[in-house]
């Protein structure tokens, strides 16, 4: 199994910045890929940035230029720095894991609890 565990989130102005944080703990030689995803009222949910464990990362088009995912492999953590924050990114943003059944390829997804973030106009 695979446990995660979220922080950073909280209410930040338009143009500010917030770090987010997401440490797993369990089975973490299993874990794949690791993302944010987040969720706003009315939508559903969607990706935001992933990373995979040769750090190689990937955006969601509405944030590219703003937001930067990383990891630190030795803590088990991955990060998401949002910066020029805007209204729309209004959100409960969620960490995910994807990670192995033993040696098989089958997998599942572990999700952290989720941490509001609310953008101010």
């Known amino acids: 199994q695979v446990q995660l565990v979220e922080s950073g989130g909280g209410l930040v102005q338009a143009g500010g910045s917030v770090r987010l944080s997401c440490a797993a703990s369990g089975s973490i030689s299993s874990i794949d890929a690791m993302g944010w995803y987040r969720q706003a009222p009315g939508k559903q949910r969607e990706l935001v940035a992933v990373?995979?464990?040769?750090?190689?990362?990937n955006y969601a088009d509405s944030v590219k230029g703003r937001f930067t995912i990383s990891r630190d492999n030795a803590k088990n953590t991955v990060y998401l720095q949002m910066n020029s924050l805007k209204p729309e990114d209004t959100a409960v943003y969620y960490c995910n894991a994807k990670y192995y059944i033993g040696r098989s390829s089958i997998y599942m997804n572990a999700w952290g609890q989720g941490t509001q973030v609310t953008v101010s106009s």
């Open positions: 990373i995979t464990s040769d750090h190689s990362t």
